[in-house]
């Protein structure tokens, strides 16, 4: 069965440090990779993802992750986080043609310092 | 201007009492999918519908069901809720089910005493 782990429950960072958030998931074959964010007292919603072609890619807010297939890895970053960027991110694969069921990890809590 | 919106934000529910969740959506989307997410565990598939067919997943207890009168509502059915069922229940729509971007709604947190 696929999973997805992802490898810290919170990180604390000051303002202007860079993130990387880690994210590797359990599957063989063909994957389709997302990165969820919900700010407090919001919503899910999509900050990047992943089909197919350039392996590196870019989301709103600066963000941007890559796809590593030999790592089973899609790892999150961010140059430079500000405060706002405070929120829980939730890595997400599915496979080939069903993008709705989707694998969700357990969430990594981002805390920015100002 | 939500849209995917769950009612209520909380709700709280007796032992063994049935209680129902609502979704609702003005994006026009076929698919409404329900997530259960426990605390501090990944979000976890229930079923989903595309239009009105039904696709439950297999790990999905048959305590819990699911209704779709029309394109806009979707309903969580839990027939008798045990303490383990208190969790946030999430709904979320997609244009289809190979769009690749769920819109979900804030979530209904559901306590059972």
């Known amino acids: 069965a696929q999973s997805v782990s992802q490898h810290n429950h919170h990180v604390i960072l000051s303002e202007a440090a860079s993130l990387e958030l880690g994210c590797n998931y359990s599957y063989g074959g063909t994957v389709n990779l997302f990165w969820y964010v919900q700010y407090p007292g919001q919503h899910l919603q999509l900050l990047l993802k992943?089909?197919?072609?350039?392996?590196l890619v870019k989301g709103i807010k600066g963000f941007e992750a890559e796809f590593i297939k030999s790592k089973f890895s899609f790892n999150l970053r961010k140059p430079s986080v500000q405060w706002s960027d405070t929120a829980e991110y939730f890595c997400a694969v599915s496979s080939g043609g069903s993008q709705g069921n989707l694998i969700f990890g357990k969430g990594t809590k981002l805390s920015v310092k100002p | 201007d939500a849209m995917v919106i769950q009612n209520p934000r909380y709700q709280v529910t007796q032992f063994g009492k049935p209680v129902t969740l609502s979704c609702s959506q003005t994006?026009?989307?076929?698919?409404m999918y329900w997530y259960q997410q426990k605390s501090s565990q990944a979000p976890k598939l229930l079923f989903h519908?595309?239009?009105?067919?039904?696709?439950n997943e297999a790990d999905t207890p048959d305590n819990f069901q699911s209704r779709r009168p029309n394109t806009s509502f979707c309903f969580l059915d839990i027939r008798s809720p045990g303490l383990g069922d208190a969790a946030m229940y999430l709904c979320a729509t997609s244009r289809d089910v190979a769009a690749g971007k769920l819109f979900f709604g804030s979530g209904t947190q559901l306590s059972v005493l």
């Open positions: 994006l026009n989307h076929n698919v």
């Open positions: 519908y595309y239009d009105k067919d039904f696709n």
């Open positions: 992943y089909f197919s072609g350039d392996p």
